[in-house]
């Protein structure tokens, strides 16, 4: 029997090893990296180890080329059904220090790569299939120190619901969802610990979320029962408004 593929852009990161682990149940996975193939690796090996089937795959999605790279290792594992985009990073910078440079990078890395991975699926992924994109909170919290990473974040939201009335007739859905604060390397590196602690005391649940609270909601985007649900924001912050 032929397995579909997935590809998860950020699949090695700290949300996207958690949907690489639960898609691996359904899919043959390419799980993307950009720098830390070691991590990368430790995800194929899981899942493999699982008896399933995957591999990494290193290329920087901010431009086309690594983009096509990411799609085409996908493609090697079976038809492409499933592509998620968790490629993203944030800092906390004060609107005042804003500058071309770091609105670039902030663009790059959180819209550009995302569109760039919109168009490529729309040309890519099988009739039927699944696309899903991960935004955050901040797109409708608009966080202090995060106007850029926000304004990025509500453009990936835009493109998304845009990209679902596209890709509509060929039954291909294409949703978003959207954490809130969530326990991963890169939320304890890039946070202060008496912000984290905030950060946990905030959603109704009183809890930071976990990537696998993530990839419960995007297996859920991803599987048959989700087929009427597309140009959707599922929230996935433990109630945060
Ligand atoms: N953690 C949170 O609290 C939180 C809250 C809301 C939204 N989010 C969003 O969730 C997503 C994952 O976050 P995370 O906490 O899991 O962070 P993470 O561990 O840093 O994961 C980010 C992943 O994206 C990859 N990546 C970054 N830039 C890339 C590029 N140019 N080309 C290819 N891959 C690239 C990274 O590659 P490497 O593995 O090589 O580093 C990594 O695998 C992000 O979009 C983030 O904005 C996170």
Known sequence: MTINSALVIGGGGGIGAAVSRKL???HAVAVGYRDRQDRARAVV?????????????????????????????AEELGPLRTVVHCAGA??????????????????????????????????????NGRIVMISSAAAYMAPGRQASYAAMKAGLEAASRSTAKELGRRGITVNVVRPGATDTERLRTSTAEKAVEAMSAAPALRRLG????????????????ARWVTGTVLDATGGLW
Do not use: C, M
């Open 45 to 73: 090996q899981e899942i493999q180890d699982a008896g399933g089937s995957a591999l990494a795959v290193g290329s920087d999605v901010r431009t086309a080329a690594g983009v096509d790279q990411a799609f085409h290792a």
């Open 24 to 26: 691996a149940a359904s």
């Open 90 to 127: 944030w800092d906390y910078t004060r609107v005042s220090d804003l500058t071309e440079e770091s609105i670039d990078a902030d663009y790059q890395t959180n819209l550009r790569s995302g569109l760039l991975t919109l168009a490529a699926a729309a040309n890519r992924v099988a009739d």
């Open 210 to 225: 976990t990537p696998e609270d993530i990839a419960e909601a995007v297996d859920w985007l991803a599987s048959e029962k």
